[in-house]
């Protein structure tokens, strides 16, 4: 049996039971229980009516927590789910203990054992008001514990004490309650707060317009203190992290090198300590799909290790959980995913996502005016989980054509004036334009006729699907995010066209559904590729 320590447990019922413990571990670091004499789930209790009573197992950390000034109930049995004839004697020892502070180890065992015993206590009826749980912040190492804790000189009563609630209550307020709290002065990152903290920015334009370079070059001009595009920051020094899977190390590395030439080895520096970016570098970059849990856990990790002040997900589309962009449920469920990502850094973060916009002229005429609620591609679940919203469209139809950046949405401060702006090549840096043609622009967008030779626009047709699907199966909502946006036909144009062609058995759906998630794949019928003949895409003209 080897060395060990002979205890004098309670059981529930209030007979006392032997129990022998070994001092040596196994290779799980747990240590062998024996019963030596009666039955019964064996705890160490400590009894001290009127106060909180602290359920931790092990036989020093229930020491330490006494020695606080606690009820303490330490299972013998080591960590894990509480026992129910335990559950039982604490409800019926209920008006002997205001609460109960759940304060098992600062590792995932701990978490396990602490989150069971909550629901178990929820589920047999004592009140979820009264069950608490200790924070184990960051500065704790992993594996510390109760006693870990006071040998290191940590106030053990405070940290009890102040244990949060296990099941966080909703916020409701009294007037009096609101005019008290201590809100911060400095949440505002972005003019008017556009981007505030603790909450999300949408940046919307269609596939290539610029989003992505907007953003590094926003990230770059906030950590500076700059204006970005004749707008305030007011976020100096704040560290950024950019996700996203579609920008190569080369073309990241293209713009960063002009964005940063000619500036000082010691401002490079300070942008680049606090500038993290993600290019695609290895596959694990280009799994983005939120509907794996694996991912939503990878992602929240590197959120964690790097602990941004504000993060970007660009495009929505590489994230987005189902098929449909177009239905509320799975943009919902994206933008929870997104959310439990982003606040593993912390609740202030704040969040930035890109997303593509309607394409063509109308879709441009909407950046502004009574439209540009509308801009946005998709569900409007977007629009309505975002403070504020930017819209991004072109100014022209030029090589380098100006872009029209216009404010689509400001909940909680005031809309910025829309502006122009153009690419400086030179720089990859974009410039106010103040001469703008803000009249000829209307024109242009409200379809009367240019004065300039229109640009190329690409014709739809069975071709335009099927080039898409030779390398095997794909996403629906990847070929329709790639047809909507190199040819500039809208969604609902584009899903009826293939809908029509799989009634007509030239392409083939494969549906998979998890729960009420449901993702469609369309690919080739079951022929040789080398038998059917793909078309290039027709390039017609415009008037």
């Not at 202030?348 to 439209?371: C, L, P, Q, V, Y």
Request: proline content about 4%.
């Amino acid at each position: 049996m080897g060395l060990g320590i002979v205890y004098a447990a309670k059981t529930p019922a209030g007979e006392t039971c032997l129990k022998f413990k070994t001092l040596a571990r196994d290779a799980d670091g747990k240590r062998d229980v024996r019963s030596l004499w009666g039955r019964g789930n064996g705890a160490l209790v400590y009894e001290r009516t009127g106060s909180p009573l602290v359920i931790v197992a092990g036989e020093e950390k229930a020491m330490a927590a006494s020695l606080a000034g606690f009820g303490v109930l330490s299972p013998i049995t080591g960590e894990g789910a509480l026992a129910v004839d335990w559950i039982t004697w604490i409800i019926d020892h209920g008006a002997d203990y205001n609460r109960v502070i759940l304060a098992n180890d600062n590792d995932k065992a701990g978490r396990d054992a602490n989150a069971k015993t909550a629901e178990a206590l929820s589920r047999a009826g004592w009140p979820r008001t009264r069950i608490h749980q200790v924070v184990w912040h960051e500065y704790y190492e992993p594996g510390w514990d109760l006693n870990d804790a006071l040998k290191d000189g940590v106030d053990l009563f405070r940290l009890l004490e102040d244990a949060p609630s296990a099941f966080p209550r909703r916020t409701l307020l009294t007037v009096k309650q609101l005019f008290a709290l201590d809100l911060p002065e400095d949440d505002n990152l972005l003019g008017d707060r556009i981007l505030a903290q603790g909450e999300r920015l949408s940046l919307l334009g269609i596939g290539g317009i610029g989003k992505s370079r907007l953003l590094l070059q926003l990230a770059i001009c906030s950590i500076m203190g700059w204006d970005w595009i004749g707008i305030k920051t007011y976020a100096k020094g704040k560290k950024w992290m950019l996700l996203g899977p579609e920008n190569s190390a080369r073309r990241l590395t293209h713009d960063l090198a002009s964005m940063l030439r000619g500036h000082k080895v010691e401002t490079i520096d300070y942008i680049s300590d606090r500038l993290i970016i993600q290019p695609n570098l290895m596959d694990i970059d280009l799994e983005t799909c939120l509907d794996d849990p694996e991912t939503v856990k990878s992602l929240a990790e590197e959120a964690a290790f790097h602990k941004p002040d504000i993060i970007s997900f660009d495009p929505l589309n590489e994230y987005f959980v189902g098929d449909d962009s177009n239905k509320a449920i799975p943009m919902r469920e994206t933008l929870t995913q997104m959310r439990r990502i982003a606040r593993a850094s912390g609740p202030k973060i704040a969040t930035i996502i890109s997303h593509h916009a309607r394409g063509g002229k109308t879709g441009a005429a909407g950046a502004m005016g009574f439209e540009k609620s509308e801009f946005g591609f998709g569900s409007k679940a977007l629009y309505h989980a975002c403070r504020a919203q930017i819209n991004i469209a072109l100014g022209g139809e030029e090589d380098n054509p100006p872009l029209v950046v216009a404010c689509g949405k400001a909940n909680n401060g005031r809309s910025f004036e829309a502006r122009a702006i153009r690419l400086d090549p030179s720089r990859m840096w974009y410039e106010v334009e103040e001469d703008f043609d803000w009249a000829g622009w209307e024109a242009l967008t409200a379809g009367k006729k240019a004065k300039t030779a229109g640009r190329p626009r690409q014709m739809f047709d069975d071709s335009s699907v099927l080039v898409r699907l030779q390398d095997g199966e794909k996403l629906l909502k990847d070929v329709v995010f790639d047809i909507t946006g190199t040819l500039g036909i809208s969604d609902f144009t584009a899903r009826k066209y293939i809908k029509e062609m799989e009634k007509d058995g030239k392409i083939l759906v494969r549906i998979e559904k998890n729960g009420m998630i449901e993702k469609k794949y369309i690919s080739l019928p079951n022929v040789r590729v080398s038998q059917m003949s793909f078309t290039d895409e027709k390039t017609i003209f415009s008037p």
